[in-house]
């Protein structure tokens, strides 16, 4: 008998996830299966919302952000009563192996399912937030971060035109990976995240900003970027801004890129990479692997265990905080 293989993608849309959904359609063509899609994540397994899928859907969709099968957050998978339908629904269609493409909440899921389902469960890690242990990078974050570098980059121009200081929010949940990489890549006077800021210390982190902001507007004349992590300052970043103003007598203008860094069409490195792991899916499938992620570690695809890539989330790398923290953020505010 084929076998039949589904695929879905679940929590925040990432781009390339299309690109994925593409890879994993022509390698179950190649091997000559048949691809199940399930509709708005794991809602779709629960509520058993399926459909055949054939080259004609993928066709054409390699350079399309969001997701042609719909994402969705699914809180009945967190229940024994979710796992017990969405098991249901597999068995119904006669589902061989699940493929699910999402982050480390939605590999939580694949797990709980996994213990009540015997078939085969794989991940492809697709997120923005390049928070997911066990692979280099994931299916997303490369578009989001040079999306969030487009958008600042802009907003250099209208700061160093008035010569106000900026705070730009970048999202990334609990993760600094967004906000580091963008941080560093637009020369930011500041990058506050949860890998360099004490926020027991929140005081001090404002008295410091506040004397870097004057000094900057007595001796330069120019712009103060600062970019900080979303979910980072209590009372959100508003309030930080409100306080740096009170502070400084200065204007503090927040900027908050929210979503947009979700959208938008792939880069070529997250076209590729979501391409790689597509395949990659379906082989682990056709030798008989379960419960793992694919990863890509130094340019080589890996087969990561779910447990694993769920049990801690992927830290910056300390050499890039170290480097912000000691040259660059120095550095750029001696900039002319
Ligand atoms: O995980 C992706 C992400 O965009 C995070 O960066 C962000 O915190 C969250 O999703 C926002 O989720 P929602 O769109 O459900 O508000």
Redesign the pocket.
């Known amino acids: 008998m084929t076998k039949r293989i589904a695929v879905l993608t679940s929590?925040?849309d990432a781009p390339g996830m299309n690109a994925a959904i593409r890879a994993v359609m022509l390698t179950v063509q190649h091997y000559k299966l048949e691809l199940i899609g399930f509709y708005h994540g794991y809602n779709g397994l629960i509520n058993n919302e399926s459909t055949l899928l054939s080259l004609d859907n993928v066709n054409g969709i390699i350079h399309r952000g969001g997701t042609i099968l719909k994402s969705a957050?699914c809180a009945q998978m967190f229940h024994s009563s979710g796992i017990g339908k969405a098991k249901k629904t597999l068995e119904q269609e006669n589902i061989d192996a699940l493929i699910v493409i999402g982050?480390d909440g939605s590999f939580s899921g694949l797990i709980d399912l996994q213990h009540a389902w015997p078939g085969q469960v794989i991940g492809i890690p697709g997120?923005?937030?390049n928070d997911v242990d066990g692979t280099d990078f994931t299916v997303g974050f490369s578009t989001a971060i040079n999306t969030a570098i487009e958008a600042i980059d802009k907003i250099r121009d209208t700061a160093d035109a008035f010569e106000r200081v900026f705070l730009v929010e970048l999202?990334?949940?609990h993760s600094g990976q967004i906000t580091f990489n963008v941080g560093i890549a637009c020369a930011a006077e500041q990058v506050l995240s949860f890998e360099n800021v004490d926020i027991d210390h929140k005081e001090k982190t404002l008295q410091q900003l506040a004397k870097q902001i004057n000094a900057a507007q007595k001796s330069r004349h120019t712009s103060f970027l600062i970019v900080i992590a979303?979910?980072l300052w209590p009372n959100g970043t508003q309030a930080l801004a409100t306080e740096l103003q009170n502070l400084t007598n200065v204007d503090c203008t927040l900027c908050t890129l929210g979503?947009i860094?979700?959208g938008g069409s792939p880069v070529a490195k997250d076209r590729i990479l979501a391409t790689k792991m597509g395949v990659a899916a379906v082989q682990a499938i056709m030798s008989n692997k379960s419960n793992v992620m694919i990863g890509e570690q130094n340019n080589t695809m890996c087969h990561v265990p779910l447990v694993e890539a769920v049990k801690h989330q992927k830290q910056v790398s300390q050499a890039l905080v170290a480097a912000q923290q000691n040259i660059l953020a120095i550095a750029a505010q001696n900039e002319t």
């Open positions: 929590g925040g957050r982050g997120t923005i937030d999202m990334g949940r979303e979910n979503h860094q979700r």
